[in-house]
């Protein structure tokens, strides 16, 4: 199956800096990226939708100038967490669909675990 | 608006005994159903989903998924379970009517397979 990579797996950083996550889609081209983060023991909440090229779709009440999403090319995104703090502590997924149709399977990577001190 | 409900947060089986966790969705439209799992620190896997067809689904790991629509249920399903099949499940469901472009997830349920 289709698989989708996330760097780095664990990121340690002090409050007020910046932090920034890659998520790859390593054998297919992903026009859509979605960025996920999940609370412990909760489900996944969609913060943002990724386009290549395109301004990031936010959720309501993500702050996109906390969250920047960059999806320079058909193969990755960014996520930056910008001035981070520990209520931004979390695991954050990326997911990619594997086309343009409803139809795609939405893969996702294995999870970026950000602990604000 | 969509939505997706996974009614237990906790199934426990023994091994060998069949598994069901079960799940329900509301969508306006005609639904587009996944199953996930996630193991601990880890992303989310696919494991099957439905679109038409067929109403049992079959997909990774020997795991099947009934979609009975009468009932807006998505069962998923194991013969038999394994020890190694302990983890969080997750149903999901988009709503093709609307473009099926959001993935809506339900709470999860934390399968224990006890041997």
């Known amino acids: 199956g289709a698989v989708v990579s996330q760097h780095p797996s664990r990121v340690i950083c002090k409050s007020g800096t910046s932090v920034k996550i890659e998520c790859r889609s390593l054998?297919?081209?992903?026009?859509?990226m979605f960025w996920y983060r999940q609370f412990p023991k909760k489900s996944l909440m969609l913060m943002a939708t990724s386009n290549e090229g395109s301004k990031a779709t936010y959720e309501q009440g993500v702050e996109k100038d906390k969250f920047l999403i960059n999806h320079a090319s058909l193969t990755l995104s960014t996520l930056t967490v910008t001035s981070a703090h520990p209520e931004d502590s979390s695991f954050y997924i990326c997911?990619?669909?594997?086309?343009?149709?409803?139809?795609?399977?939405?893969?996702f990577g294995p999870g970026t675990r950000l602990t604000v001190l | 608006a969509q939505s997706v409900a996974q009614p237990e947060d906790q199934v426990n089986v023994a091994e060998g005994n069949p598994l069901t966790v079960k799940c329900t969705y509301s969508v306006s439209g005609n639904p587009y159903l996944f199953w996930y799992v996630q193991y601990p620190n880890r992303g989310l896997q696919f494991l099957l989903k439905?679109?038409?067809?067929?109403?049992l689904v079959k997909g990774s790991y020997g795991f099947e998924a009934e979609f009975n629509k009468s009932q807006t249920s998505f069962h998923l399903k194991k013969p038999s379970a394994l020890v190694s099949d302990s983890a969080l499940y997750f149903c999901?469901?988009?709503?093709?009517?609307?473009?099926?472009?959001?993935?809506?997830f339900g709470a999860g349920t934390r399968l224990f397979v006890k041997a």
């Open positions: 999901a469901v988009r709503d093709v009517n609307t473009g099926g472009f959001k993935t809506i």
């Open positions: 054998d297919f081209q992903a026009t859509t």
């Open positions: 439905y679109i038409t067809g067929d109403n």
């Open positions: 997911s990619a669909r594997d086309g343009d149709s409803w139809r795609n399977t939405q893969y």
